[in-house]
């Protein structure tokens, strides 16, 4: 059982179009994230959505777009695509606790790349 | 936002060698996990640590957490070449936006 999928898993795609990426998580978690990891691997938070709300948003142009239809899924829309987009985006999910770190489990990723 | 500094960067190893890598900031951590990130895949919790001073381990690999809540370290004894992977240290919780460091990319050859 896949916990958390995302498609597509590769995206080539010319400068300009729009795009999206799917995520969907089976384990029951109320956050979902959006990460994006760079050509050296630096990972870094993008969104972090809580019951459909968005509680984080770092600073990512607003060509993406979040979107998240239930607890289960979180979507990512990017408008204009810009070379600069070339990168691996990962969703993960994790429960929301009051206490300790939360534990974030990773989709496989999505490599997309710009031309 | 804390800022999480890894060292090293890279570290090119053979199977049987003991290593430790780091993870420190300025700031001192609420809690800090470890992640390994295979090629290819997602990172994957390795382990999560909370008090000062505390030691965990996983295996052949053991975690410490400075005593003062500013670094941690992770030593692996007689690596494999199947810990090759980048390791990646991450603080944060509730509302704060979660922090990664830049990572270690360890390879271990046979």
């Known amino acids: 059982d896949t916990a958390v999928s995302q498609t597509p898993k590769y995206l080539v795609t010319q400068m300009g179009n729009d795009k999206s990426i799917k995520c969907e998580q089976n384990?029951?978690?109320?956050?979902m994230y959006w990460y994006k990891q760079d050509s050296k691997k630096f990972l870094k938070i993008m969104f972090s959505?809580?019951?459909?709300?968005?509680?984080i948003n770092e600073t990512v142009p607003n060509r993406f777009s979040p979107k998240s239809p239930d607890k289960a899924h979180l979507n990512l829309h990017i408008n204009s695509l810009e070379l600069g987009d070339s990168a691996v985006y990962f969703c993960?999910?994790?429960?929301?606790?009051?206490?300790?770190?939360?534990?974030?489990?990773f989709g496989p990723g999505t490599r997309l790349l710009v031309l | 936002t804390q800022l999480l500094e890894q060292s090293p960067q890279f570290l090119s190893i053979q199977e049987g060698e003991n290593l430790t890598v780091y993870c420190n900031s300025s700031?001192?951590?609420?809690?800090l996990q470890w992640y390994r990130q295979e090629p290819g895949e997602g990172p994957v919790l390795l382990v999560t640590?909370?008090?000062?001073?505390e030691v965990k381990k996983l295996k052949r690999l053991t975690f410490q957490f400075g005593d003062a809540r500013k670094d941690s370290s992770l030593h692996i004894t007689a690596a494999q070449p199947g810990d090759t992977g980048l390791y990646l240290c991450?603080?944060?919780?509730?509302?704060?936006?979660?922090?990664f460091g830049k990572g270690t990319r360890l390879s271990v050859i046979a």
């Open positions: 640590v909370v008090t000062g001073g």
């Open positions: 959505y809580n019951n459909k709300e968005l509680i």
């Open positions: 993960a999910s994790s429960q929301r606790t009051s206490g300790d770190q939360e534990t974030q489990y």
């Open positions: 700031s001192v951590f609420s809690s």
């Open positions: 991450s603080t944060g919780q509730g509302n704060t936006p979660l922090v």
């Open positions: 384990l029951g978690h109320d956050t």
